[in-house]
């Protein structure tokens, strides 16, 4: 991945900030590394029959829950499934806190019934049952929904499992923007193009993503029911149209036109209509997120010099330097509670995600590799997905907020380069 194509300063050359000289579906390995401070030993078991129904269902879920970092697995040996009768006490004696046991059975109608248990090994009893009754094609989205409801009932904390993804895959002179598990695996191909696509964006209600792309040959914002699949065309005025950002009710969009010079940021009706201008700068203002309480908007500028993150309320008046460490930032992202922002930073020649807690302003690097792009938060705040360059091969990968548990995604497809995640909205 080369670091003057990453997603922030793609955006903002397409605004101008910088100047610079039907296919199959991507496969994944995931690979989990690191050691969180806390987590909940969980015991699990093969799931009987899930080898003949093709599709690895506990390794789906140990997977989604060791990737929260809140929740460590250990592998059962043995031939242990919802039925069985667990002696909890032997498995408390080796450090054990819960087990899982579970079995997917083929149904008369071609159906699957996946049913699962999960005991306590502390207060020796059993904690959570359930079955659920999916097509084949649903197997890997009921593993996850499995995985959401042990990581809630372990942590009081709702799952991100069975949300979902966006993100770009370059092959050759090929885009294509991908909707997929949020593991990255299953999913649909959105749209394919032989022009670059960029900045995807989840609408709240998680229907629709408004994207940039570049197939009329300069930058224009789409949006598109997901669906559907039907699309419509928001933002072509003169000049650039980017950086597409919803609103959390949905009903209007932040985007960043150059149609009267210098890139600033404008809002839209999210059914497309007149922008409104938000900023007034003598810099350039690009890559606008909003608050989660819907009432301010981060973004990027260099109106002080160099690239930083600024915050402005929907008046557009006063706004307010947010990052300080480093003379250049980009890429704002902003957690569901609103509590911390996520972006990159440049350090060198390299380019790093970092998280600042907004009520302090202490700032925390996340990862040690050197060209990372586009932070996006999971639902519930406790995971960011983001995009890098590891051992020389572009990656998708997510981190806890301590940077203590990180999750690798790596196409198995020769040539894909995989940038611009985004995390999608609960409502699956």
């Known amino acids: 991945m080369n670091p003057l194509v990453d997603r922030g300063r793609r955006a903002l050359i397409a605004s101008g900030l910088l100047a610079t000289a039907g296919p199959a579906l991507a496969q994944f390995r995931v ?3 690191g050691v969180g401070a806390t987590q ?3 015991a699990s078991a093969v799931f009987r029959g899930e080898v003949d129904a093709g599709v690895p269902v506990s390794r789906i879920v140990r997977a989604d829950l060791e990737r929260s970092g809140l929740i460590r697995t250990v592998d059962i040996t043995e031939a242990l499934d919802e039925r069985s009768t667990i002696d909890l006490p032997a498995w408390r004696a080796k450090g054990v806190d819960a087990v899982l046991a579970g079995s997917v059975t083929r149904l008369v109608d071609g159906r699957f019934d996946v049913r699962y248990k999960l005991w306590d090994a502390v207060r020796n009893e ?3 049952g359930q079955s659920k009754v999916v097509l084949a094609a649903d197997l890997r989205l009921a593993a996850h929904r499995v995985a959401d ?3 809630q009932k372990l942590t009081g904390e709702r799952g991100v499992n069975a949300t979902r993804i966006a993100y770009v895959v370059r092959s050759g002179r090929r885009y294509t923007l991908h909707v997929t598990d949020a593991d990255g695996e299953g999913g649909q191909i959105a749209l394919a193009s032989p022009e670059p696509i960029i900045s995807p964006a989840w609408s709240p209600e998680g229907k629709r993503l408004a994207y940039v792309s570049f197939e009329t040959q300069k930058a224009v914002v789409w ?3 997901l669906t559907t699949g039907q699309r419509s065309m928001l933002a072509s ?4 149209n980017s950086a597409p950002a919803w609103s959390p009710d949905g009903r209007q969009l932040a985007v960043a036109l150059s149609q009267d010079g210098l890139t600033q940021l404008y809002l839209m009706p999210s059914t497309g209509g007149t922008p409104q201008r938000l900023t007034r700068s003598n810099g350039i203002d690009t890559e606008p997120v909003f608050a989660p309480d819907g009432r301010s908007v981060f973004f990027v500028s260099d109106r002080g010099g160099g690239p930083q993150v600024y915050r402005v309320g929907l008046d557009g008046a006063s706004p307010q330097r947010v990052t300080f460490s480093g003379a250049y930032n980009i890429s704002p992202a902003v957690s569901p509670d609103g509590t911390h922002l996520a972006y990159i930073t440049r350090q060198g020649n390299g380019y790093r995600l970092m998280l600042q807690d907004l009520n302090d302003g202490t700032v925390l ?10 932070p996006s938060f999971a639902p519930n705040g406790r995971l960011i997905v983001y995009a890098s360059r590891v051992q020389g091969t572009d990656v998708l990968m997510t981190t806890t907020l301590d940077g203590k548990i990180k999750t690798r995604l790596l196409s198995i497809s020769s040539g894909a380069d995989m940038r611009e995640p985004a995390w999608g909205p609960y409502g699956r």
Do not use: A, M, N, Y
Not at 237 to 240: E, L, N
Not at 365 to 374: C, N, R
């Open 365 to 374: 690097p996340l990862s040690d590799t050197q060209d990372d792009e586009s």
């Open 237 to 240: 005025f003169r000049g650039s």
């Open 31 to 33: 690979e989990i590394s």
């Open 149 to 151: 409801e042990i990581h």
């Open 223 to 225: 949006v598109q029911d």
């Open 40 to 42: 909940v030993p969980l």
């Open 126 to 128: 059993e904690l959570l």
